[in-house]
């Protein structure tokens, strides 16, 4: 079955102590894109990849860390996570190689909790 | 600066009640705009893309319209498995995507 796939689902976890939420895809997608999704706020893009070693930065990146060393895996990396980073994140992928990539498939969502 | 607005924040409709959603925007170059569907504790789900003024989507009983500044996602005869939080995004001239707050829609029975 094709799809984005997320590690772990939720987690709680304390103020400075560095995570990393784990996504990948068996779709062979160039593009994928990290989001937050905040109640008010919505959707906001934290980094995003269009291949394999490039990455940029989205609209909210502070606090965030990203790598693509391979296609199918793009891991979101919080090095100190602090309490205002508690969110729902959201990984993503699209199949364009080129043009607009709007076309994006999200993965279940990954909750998490800063104290 | 690039933003994305939804309204309304909320819609109830009874069952076969006709609609319209708007999704305004203010973008650098735009070079697409993308209607999503929602639904509780999931991903976002892709629904249409749509890329200059006068186009025009259909898939069911949703069509997405889009002029220079706003798009409407129109809701014809809806059922209530058509409940669900519906997003709106833009991809400005770079490669960053913009979603607006979206809108909640209840279809009652």
């Known amino acids: 079955e094709a799809q984005v796939t997320q590690n772990p689902r939720y987690l709680i976890t304390v103020t400075g102590k560095k995570l990393t939420v784990t996504c990948s895809q068996n779709?062979?997608?160039?593009?994928m894109s990290w989001y937050r999704q905040d109640p008010g706020l919505g959707l906001r893009q934290i980094y995003y990849s269009m291949n394999v070693e490039v990455t940029d930065k989205g609209d909210v990146p502070e606090g965030y860390k990203v790598s693509r060393k391979e296609k199918r895996n793009f891991p979101l990396i919080l090095e100190s996570p602090s309490p205002n980073q508690t969110s729902l994140y959201f990984c993503?992928?699209?199949?364009?190689?080129?043009?607009?990539?709007?076309?994006?498939?999200f993965g279940p969502g990954t909750r998490l909790t800063v104290t | 600066e690039d933003q994305v607005t939804q309204s309304p924040e909320a819609l109830r409709l009874q069952e076969g009640e006709s609609s319209s959603l708007n999704c305004s925007y203010t973008v650098s170059g735009l070079r697409g705009l993308f209607w999503y569907r929602q639904d509780p504790g999931k991903g976002p789900e892709f629904l249409f893309t749509l890329y200059s003024a006068g186009e025009e989507k259909e898939k069911e009983r949703l069509k997405a319209t889009l002029t220079k500044k706003e798009s409407f996602l129109h809701i014809t005869a809806p059922k209530p498995e058509d409940s669900a939080t519906y997003l709106c995004?833009?991809?400005?001239?770079?490669?960053?995507?913009?979603f607006g707050t979206g809108t909640s829609l209840t279809v009652i029975p």
């Open positions: 779709m062979n997608h160039e593009y």
């Open positions: 995004a833009v991809q400005a001239a770079g490669n960053q995507f913009y």
């Open positions: 993503a992928s699209s199949p364009r190689t080129s043009g607009s990539h709007g076309e994006q498939y």
